[in-house]
Nanobody, 119 residues
Framework: VQLQESGPGLVKPSQTLSLTCTVS??????????WSWIRQPPGKGLEWIGYIAYSGSTFYSPSLKSRTSISRDTSNNQFSLQLSSVTPEDTAVYYC????????????WGQGTQVTVSS
């Protein structure tokens, strides 16, 4: 399984950050996998953003829920992140990650993409 993030590397404050993860080697609708977004701000630890499940249901971090939307395109085997009203504090490396549901293991990661929020 391979995951690859894509999207703009620079976003202006107050705009919406949009990233897409393209998955190969496995379907995003296969039971019981969860497709998540995680970020790491500079000098800080990993922060979990949310996921979209094999069923299409979503779950978000409470701290980001009001600004986050995760969706999917099953025909292209992709899932996407939208984070609205961004500020410089949203600057981070963003990763798409597969979670194996039985063991709750974060087993496959994308290489990560740097997103900088700046005017």
């Amino acid at each position: 399984v391979q995951l690859q993030e894509s999207g703009p590397g620079l976003v202006k404050p107050s705009q919406t950050l949009s990233l897409t993860c393209t998955v190969s080697g496995g379907s995003i609708t296969t039971n019981y996998y969860y497709w998540s977004w995680i970020r790491q701000p500079p000098g800080k630890g990993l922060e979990w953003i949310g996921y979209i499940a094999y069923s299409g249901s979503t779950f978000y971090s409470p701290s980001l829920k009001s600004r986050t939307s995760i969706s999917r395109d099953t025909s292209n085997n992709q899932f996407s992140l939208q984070l609205s009203s961004v500020t410089p504090e949203d600057t981070a490396v963003y990763y798409c990650v597969r979670i194996e549901g039985w063991l709750e293991e974060y087993d496959y990661w994308g290489q990560g993409t740097q997103v900088t929020v700046s005017s």
